[in-house]
């Protein structure tokens, strides 16, 4: 009898889902996935991943019963993959798409779950909405939306502004973030890739959100180096995208996450994380 292998497919194959193809080629599985030049995608076939250059015409080689990965950002009219290869959804073993928790709005610091309402502000935040609502309209509502708040790790990381020169500690009063390290998003998706009966929106976070001007000091105390001094909010310079991000603030529960998927982060913390991401170098 043939053993058929387990496929990834990944419309996108950026930092998060390369740390994921990573995780799953080492368990045995194939993946492959689109990339937007020639020169990505000989590198990643380098590593053995099959990937392959699309622009958004046609509808990528996709091979049958792979489980989907999406995590191409949106355009105006939603996201891209959906409209090449809508018809091919069908055949997916499984449809995960990536979003953003920036769809529930400003919360003033209060939490958002997985069932809180979206209350999409940025132009961003509302075509991510439009986005997810396509992929749950073609697959029936089986798609798996996970919301992602910042993502950090190797080469990402407070570590790598302290060392440029380019890291500020931008105080906010009341301001927090959640996030997630990049191997934490791996562990997650690769949880939920295990169970492809399980449908809805999950949240892959850590469990303490936290100002960012606090992660940027402890990473300078971490690396033995002086913190660049606090700046209020108002007289950082921040460009529009940068002002958008501090226009928001909630704390993202992974609550629902935890209990469907059994997973829980590795990295509970941007502590652990950033200990992990200096143990790498």
């Not at 990643?44 to 099959?50: E, S, Y």
């Not at 309402?117 to 997810?132: G, T």
Request: proline share 7%; charged share 20%; hydrophobic share 40%.
């Amino acid at each position: 009898m043939t053993v058929q292998p387990h496929l990834l497919f990944v419309f996108g194959l950026g930092y998060s889902a390369t740390r994921l193809a990573g995780r799953l080629m080492a368990a045995g599985w194939q993946v492959g996935g689109t990339v937007r030049t020639a020169e990505k995608a000989e590198g990643l076939k380098g590593r053995g991943i099959a990937a392959q250059v699309w622009a958004g015409q046609g509808v990528p080689d996709i091979p049958d019963g792979a489980h989907w990965l999406v995590t191409l950002p949106p355009d105006a009219d939603g996201c891209p993959a959906i409209r090449a290869a809508t018809d091919a959804a069908g055949t997916a073993a499984s449809v995960t798409y990536l979003s953003t928790t920036g769809v529930y709005g400003d919360l003033d610091g209060g939490w958002a779950f997985e069932w809180s309402p979206v209350n999409p502000v940025s132009d961003r935040a509302k075509a991510r909405v439009r986005a997810e609502q396509q992929w749950l309209d073609a697959t029936d509502g089986t798609a798996r939306i996970v919301r992602l708040p910042g993502i950090y790790g190797p080469g990402r990381s407070p570590f790598d502004r302290l060392q440029a020169g380019t890291a500020q500690r931008i105080v906010k009063p009341g301001q927090v973030f959640s996030r997630v390290h990049v191997d934490d998003i791996a562990s997650g998706l690769a949880a939920l890739i295990d169970r492809p009966q399980v449908s809805g929106v999950f949240h892959l976070c850590d469990d303490e959100p936290a100002p960012p001007q606090d992660v940027t000091a402890y990473a300078a105390m971490v690396l033995g180096m002086d913190g660049p001094p606090e700046v209020a909010f108002e007289d950082a310079g921040l460009s529009p995208m940068a002002r958008s991000f501090y226009a928001e603030c909630k704390r993202v529960s992974n609550a629902r996450t935890k209990a469907a998927l059994g997973w829980r982060p590795r990295y509970p913390s941007y502590r652990e994380g950033l200990a992990a991401i200096l143990a790498e170098k």
